[in-house]
């Protein structure tokens, strides 16, 4: 945990309660103004002096239709009064009334955090903003809890995490992610126009759709220069993002739990506790905007952010549901030739499971198919000199399976409504404490009978009949309950396995967000292995999540179109992965396969733990190119593609970044050994062609 840079200037200076967190470079100061009310007044670049951050100053009213209220860019805005922004807090109370009047009530700074204390003029609400910096990375961390301190129940209509006050400019653009399934993770720039753009999902999950995450622009920042602010949501569930730029200049950006068709019925003396949301600036562009959310991720966020990611081969697209202990031995021997980790048979090994339509729930062993059970495929596996895993979904339910005939009434439905299925598969409740511990005990039992240290945990189909017989509380709270099991379930595994690294996939990148991240290693970016689409998916994923997270595989999709040298190429900038057919594979392919491999074992280090620099944009672009530097920027790898351009041409030279411009550095296959300085401003030119790839080393030979 990271102490706070926090301070408020002594009485004498300001007569009101003044806040100002400061990173290593960044400055974020609020106060109260003259009228009482919580004011954001600055967040930008750190000032030398507390004195220099702006005071809250006295808003005159426009008209009647404006009251000061309404003009004031207040920190976190409760709905009430004669204000029309959005509110981060809407609540009824117990006789009707829903209007909120926030007053300010007291702060102190407990572990490092700042806790800010409001409360409602009239009724018993309590309202605690939470303030965490993390000086290195230049981020500030902010939650909210509310509590009910009186006899009567309150119902949240909305509880959002933060509302980010950004200074407006003349061509503010948003930075922000769109997909669908299996082109997940596309980027968009737009400009802002007065009103409310949004961005959201109401699928259970993150969703392939949307991402919780932002960049804010004046309309002139670039890969390596202006002025970016940029943020976060670290939540797995249906959540909300709002940018709204009003008519007096104000860019507000909204991030939390989305309030459609939620509810929360807050009993008396009960407390509830909003995600956090991380929000940054810098002054370096979108590159560095990245870097700081990388480093925050592999050192603040991911369990194992520090180690290596092994080599993986995967068996789905081999075998799919025909699993054979035979087969997959076949498979792994194959593997362990070409220098893979860690094994990982997919789906259909459980019992019963033969085809899509059955047995999801069912998690041991199928005695058909393992007759002696997953021992024998597991040591001779780790006999090779590989790590064992396995794929799971913990989360879905077939009708046609034991679990589901023993109790239907564990999914997620309406009685009154069919209950629609997906991929043939139902979702499980797992807001429900009895579905929780079934969870929990039979896939502890698995990892305690096996010697598993790999789980990859799927969730193939997003939320239809939100339904909830028999709630504790309103059925509305499905949406914060089941993320919340989800949380439960994953969280007591993992403190039971430690030596497990787990990978998040919901049919690709359905669920790839700061708090899935907080219990897997990593994410299945997309279902979509074609190289040249990973090119751009992987580019638009690497906006927020450093390259130790990304699991990339290298299929037969495109075989006979794509060189297998470019599609290792591809998914070597992320953690290295295998999924084609092995045994269908030439011994010209599996030559290629083992000299990549070697070749990215290499240079992984640098990859996993090293500042990315997106060099040339892979997006609508067939020339593009992608860097990694190491933290002492003692030696670099790079990246470059090109797939189809309609004639012959010579490609611009790629220009280097992140290296010691005094340093002398060589490329490898370029004859020389230049500057930092000269790579980075005269270049390194290639020469390839369509759908060629080269990656290549860089070292420093003297500072």
């Given at each position: 945990m990271t102490t706070p840079l926090l301070s408020s200037p002594p009485p004498s200076a300001f007569p009101t309660p003044f806040w100002v967190l400061e990173t290593d470079h960044t400055g974020y100061a609020f106060g109260l103004n003259p009228d009482g009310q919580l004011v954001h007044t600055y967040w930008g670049p750190r000032l030398p002096r507390q004195e220099d951050y702006p005071r809250p100053e006295a808003i005159e009213e426009w008209s009647s239709f404006n009251r000061p209220v309404h003009l004031i860019t207040e920190e976190y805005p409760g709905e009430g009064g004669p204000k029309y922004v959005e509110p981060c807090l809407k609540v009824q109370f117990a006789d009707g009334t829903r209007d909120l009047a926030l007053q300010y009530a007291g702060a102190e700074t407990v572990d490092g955090v700042l806790n800010l204390h409001l409360r409602d003029a009239t009724y018993p609400l309590a309202v605690t903003l939470h303030y965490r910096t993390h000086p290195a990375h230049d981020l500030i961390e902010r939650w909210v809890t509310l509590s009910n301190e009186g006899e009567d129940v309150m119902v949240l209509d909305r509880?959002?995490?933060?509302?980010?006050?950004?200074?407006?400019?003349?061509?503010?653009?948003?930075?922000?992610?769109?997909?669908?399934?299996?082109?997940?993770?596309?980027?968009?720039?737009?400009?802002?126009?007065?009103?409310?753009?949004?961005?959201?999902?109401?699928?259970?999950?993150?969703?392939?759709?949307?991402?919780?995450?932002?960049?804010?622009?004046?309309?002139?920042?670039?890969?390596?220069?202006?002025?970016?602010?940029?943020?976060?949501?670290?939540?797995?569930?249906n959540w909300k993002l709002t940018a709204e730029v009003t008519d007096f200049g104000q860019n507000r950006i909204s991030l939390g739990v989305n309030d459609w068709d939620f509810v929360w019925r807050l009993q008396p003396g009960e407390r509830f506790e909003t995600p956090a949301s991380l929000g940054g600036f810098t002054a370096r562009g979108f590159g560095a905007a990245s870097r700081h959310l990388h480093d925050f991720i592999r050192q603040g966020v991911v369990p194992r952010g520090g180690e290596l990611r092994r080599v993986l081969y995967n068996s789905w697209e081999a075998t799919t549901f025909d699993v054979t202990e035979a087969g997959q031995v076949e498979l792994a021997e194959i593997a362990a030739e070409l220098g893979v980790e860690l094994f990982v048979v997919d789906d259909g090994w459980f019992h019963g499971r033969d085809a899509d339509t059955r047995a999801l729930g069912d998690w041991w062993p199928d005695e058909k198919k393992f007759p002696n059970g997953l021992q024998p495929l597991i040591e001779r596996v780790k006999a090779l000199g590989m790590e064992f895993g396995l794929w799971v979904e913990p989360e879905m339910v077939n009708p046609d399976s034991d679990l589901y005939r023993a109790h239907p009434d564990w999914v997620i439905h309406y009685p009154t409504r069919?209950?629609?299925q997906a991929r043939n598969q139902l979702i499980l409740n797992l807001g429900r404490e009895d579905v929780q511990a079934y969870l929990i005990e039979t896939l502890d039992r698995l990892l305690i009978e096996h010697d598993i240290t790999f789980i990859k945990w799927d969730m193939n189909r997003n939320v239809s009949e939100p339904g909830w017989p028999g709630a504790p509380g309103d059925p509305r709270e499905l949406w914060v309950r089941y993320v919340q099991g989800l949380y439960h379930v994953w969280g007591t595994l993992k403190a039971r396995h430690p030596k497990v690294v787990w990978q998040s996939c919901s049919g690709g990148g359905g669920r790839a967000d700061l708090g899935i991240l907080r219990l897997a290693d990593q994410i299945w970016v997309s279902d979509n292995t074609s190289a040249p689409a990973r090119l751009e998916i992987q580019e638009g994923f690497s906006q927020v999540f450093p390259a130790n997270t990304m699991e990339a595989w290298v299929t037969d999709a495109g075989r006979n179109q794509v060189p297998l040298e470019f599609r290792m190429h591809v998914s070597m900038a992320g953690s290295l992965g295998l999924g084609g057919h092995l045994a269908h594979w030439t011994e010209e392919e599996r030559r290629v396969a083992r000299r990549e491999i070697a070749r990215y074992k290499a240079v992984r280090h640098i990859v996993q733990f090293g500042d990315q620099y997106r060099l040339r944009p892979a997006q609508k672009q067939a020339f593009s190119a992608v860097q990694y530097v190491s933290k002492d920027r003692s030696e670099a790898v790079l990246f470059a593609f090109r797939t189809h351009i309609a004639r012959p041409t010579t490609l611009p030279p790629v220009l280097l970044r992140g290296l010691d411009e005094a340093g002398l550095y060589e490329v490898e296959g370029v004859e020389g050994v230049r500057s930092g300085a000269a790579w980075m401003n005269v270049g390194v030119t290639l020469t390839l062609g369509d759908f060629q790839s080269t990656v290549r080393r860089i070292r420093r030979i003297s500072k």
């Amino acid at each position: 945990m990271t102490t706070p840079l926090l301070s408020s200037p002594p009485p004498s200076a300001f007569p009101t309660p003044f806040w100002v967190l400061e990173t290593d470079h960044t400055g974020y100061a609020f106060g109260l103004n003259p009228d009482g009310q919580l004011v954001h007044t600055y967040w930008g670049p750190r000032l030398p002096r507390q004195e220099d951050y702006p005071r809250p100053e006295a808003i005159e009213e426009w008209s009647s239709f404006n009251r000061p209220v309404h003009l004031i860019t207040e920190e976190y805005p409760g709905e009430g009064g004669p204000k029309y922004v959005e509110p981060c807090l809407k609540v009824q109370f117990a006789d009707g009334t829903r209007d909120l009047a926030l007053q300010y009530a007291g702060a102190e700074t407990v572990d490092g955090v700042l806790n800010l204390h409001l409360r409602d003029a009239t009724y018993p609400l309590a309202v605690t903003l939470h303030y965490r910096t993390h000086p290195a990375h230049d981020l500030i961390e902010r939650w909210v809890t509310l509590s009910n301190e009186g006899e009567d129940v309150m119902v949240l209509d909305r509880a959002w995490s933060a509302q980010w006050h950004v200074p407006a400019g003349e061509h503010d653009r948003l930075s922000h992610l769109t997909g669908r399934w299996a082109d997940e993770f596309q980027l968009h720039r737009e400009l802002l126009t007065q009103g409310v753009k949004v961005l959201e999902s109401r699928r259970l999950t993150t969703s392939h759709h949307h991402n919780p995450w932002f960049a804010l622009d004046h309309g002139q920042a670039g890969e390596e220069s202006g002025a970016v602010w940029f943020g976060v949501l670290a939540w797995s569930g249906n959540w909300k993002l709002t940018a709204e730029v009003t008519d007096f200049g104000q860019n507000r950006i909204s991030l939390g739990v989305n309030d459609w068709d939620f509810v929360w019925r807050l009993q008396p003396g009960e407390r509830f506790e909003t995600p956090a949301s991380l929000g940054g600036f810098t002054a370096r562009g979108f590159g560095a905007a990245s870097r700081h959310l990388h480093d925050f991720i592999r050192q603040g966020v991911v369990p194992r952010g520090g180690e290596l990611r092994r080599v993986l081969y995967n068996s789905w697209e081999a075998t799919t549901f025909d699993v054979t202990e035979a087969g997959q031995v076949e498979l792994a021997e194959i593997a362990a030739e070409l220098g893979v980790e860690l094994f990982v048979v997919d789906d259909g090994w459980f019992h019963g499971r033969d085809a899509d339509t059955r047995a999801l729930g069912d998690w041991w062993p199928d005695e058909k198919k393992f007759p002696n059970g997953l021992q024998p495929l597991i040591e001779r596996v780790k006999a090779l000199g590989m790590e064992f895993g396995l794929w799971v979904e913990p989360e879905m339910v077939n009708p046609d399976s034991d679990l589901y005939r023993a109790h239907p009434d564990w999914v997620i439905h309406y009685p009154t409504r069919a209950r629609s299925q997906a991929r043939n598969q139902l979702i499980l409740n797992l807001g429900r404490e009895d579905v929780q511990a079934y969870l929990i005990e039979t896939l502890d039992r698995l990892l305690i009978e096996h010697d598993i240290t790999f789980i990859k945990w799927d969730m193939n189909r997003n939320v239809s009949e939100p339904g909830w017989p028999g709630a504790p509380g309103d059925p509305r709270e499905l949406w914060v309950r089941y993320v919340q099991g989800l949380y439960h379930v994953w969280g007591t595994l993992k403190a039971r396995h430690p030596k497990v690294v787990w990978q998040s996939c919901s049919g690709g990148g359905g669920r790839a967000d700061l708090g899935i991240l907080r219990l897997a290693d990593q994410i299945w970016v997309s279902d979509n292995t074609s190289a040249p689409a990973r090119l751009e998916i992987q580019e638009g994923f690497s906006q927020v999540f450093p390259a130790n997270t990304m699991e990339a595989w290298v299929t037969d999709a495109g075989r006979n179109q794509v060189p297998l040298e470019f599609r290792m190429h591809v998914s070597m900038a992320g953690s290295l992965g295998l999924g084609g057919h092995l045994a269908h594979w030439t011994e010209e392919e599996r030559r290629v396969a083992r000299r990549e491999i070697a070749r990215y074992k290499a240079v992984r280090h640098i990859v996993q733990f090293g500042d990315q620099y997106r060099l040339r944009p892979a997006q609508k672009q067939a020339f593009s190119a992608v860097q990694y530097v190491s933290k002492d920027r003692s030696e670099a790898v790079l990246f470059a593609f090109r797939t189809h351009i309609a004639r012959p041409t010579t490609l611009p030279p790629v220009l280097l970044r992140g290296l010691d411009e005094a340093g002398l550095y060589e490329v490898e296959g370029v004859e020389g050994v230049r500057s930092g300085a000269a790579w980075m401003n005269v270049g390194v030119t290639l020469t390839l062609g369509d759908f060629q790839s080269t990656v290549r080393r860089i070292r420093r030979i003297s500072k």
